[in-house]
């Protein structure tokens, strides 16, 4: 008998990340139903009847003992987005129901748009593309032009995205420094990497990408005395969470001659105030959240939740499963 795949994230979600295809080799795999309404507690209770695998995605709520109820033979929630944090609750985890997340998919993303502000901010693309748009050439900024060769590049958590960051990073003769207390001195040497203390990266680095969860161990991590252990060229990067940086400290050290460029894809808050006052400074890039996936990149998420079904039910190891004692250290 095959089993009740429930996706029941919102009817305009599901397209987002799942594509015709991916549905229907989720069919070849199971029964599959799709919630033709929103994320209400009716519309999700109705969808969630009798699964044995639900997926959800953003916008979902904790699947909770409400829901549970409604389905006592659920043994697999796949989270079809970033964070399982919105769906997941304890009773979840006290029923024994697996879950694995879409962070790995998301990671690699963000990996690239980091890889990119790595290349860009080095080539002093930003500056250099304004002033040609107004009329110069290479004669204001081309010579703060840097390549990658032998730069030392920092990375704070080497997570999901910061561990395929380091992996892009091995196509580049660059050397590569990582802080992150959940990883041993083996593994980051196995990645590429060179463990050391956050102190020791921010001082010998001429690129920090920040990779790390919002929790509170992480926040404001970069603040006056981080950035006073800085390089005033360096670069900073952030596609990791903006609540990870001091704001208001940022804008005084650039404001007083520091780093070369910040690339902030993400602030705190979201959007950032009209007159944040990084908005006004010349060598602060900023982007819409965009680091993730977007458009057609998240249709790579419903395939990653079809490998990680396709591997539950056919008993293979899950990649991507979180467990509750997780939680604590991740995003």
């Known amino acids: 008998m095959k089993k009740k795949i429930a996706l029941i994230m919102s009817f305009g979600m599901c397209p987002q990340v799942f594509s015709n295809r991916t549905l229907d080799r989720l069919r070849e795999m199971g029964d599959v139903v799709l919630n033709y309404g929103s994320c209400s507690l009716e519309d999700t209770a109705a969808t969630i009847r009798g699964a044995d695998i639900a997926i959800t995605s953003w916008g979902n709520t904790p699947v909770d003992k409400v829901l549970l109820d409604l389905a006592p033979d659920l043994k697999l929630l796949a989270h079809a ?4 944090k919105p769906v997941v609750s304890d009773e979840l985890f006290a029923r024994g129901v697996k879950v694995v997340s879409s962070a790995k998919p998301l990671g690699v993303g963000v990996a690239e748009t980091a890889l ?14 304004k002033h040609t748009a107004a009329g110069g050439w290479n004669d204001n900024g081309y010579d703060k032009i840097c390549e990658l060769y032998d730069q030392t590049i ?10 395929h960051y380091i992996k892009l990073l091995q196509n580049f003769h660059v050397n590569v420094l990582l802080y992150d207390p959940f990883i041993s001195d083996e593994k980051a040497k196995s990645m590429g990497a060179k463990k050391v203390e956050f102190e020791t990266l921010l001082k010998e680095s001429d690129i920090v990408s920040i990779h790390a969860p919002s929790i509170p161990e992480t926040n404001h991590m970069f603040n006056k005395e981080a950035f006073g252990f800085m390089k005033k060229d360096a670069i900073l990067i952030n596609t990791a969470r903006g609540t990870i940086i001091d704001e208001a400290a940022l804008y005084e050290f650039m404001k007083a001659g520091g780093l070369k460029y910040a690339c902030l894809d993400v602030t705190d808050p979201e959007p950032p105030a009209k007159d944040n006052p990084l908005r006004s400074l010349p060598n602060v890039i900023m982007t819409p959240h965009l680091a993730g996936l977007a458009n057609n990149g998240k249709l790579s998420i419903g395939a990653h939740v079809a490998d990680e079904i396709e591997n539950f039910l056919t008993g293979r190891p899950l990649t991507t499963e979180v467990t509750k004692e997780m939680l604590a250290k991740m995003a």
Request: net charge positive.
């Open 116 to 129: 990119g502000f790595t290349i860009s901010a080095s080539k002093n693309f930003y500056n250099l593309s």
């Open 154 to 163: 920092g990375v704070v958590s080497a997570g999901w995205a910061g561990g």
């Open 81 to 84: 987005a970033g964070s399982v």
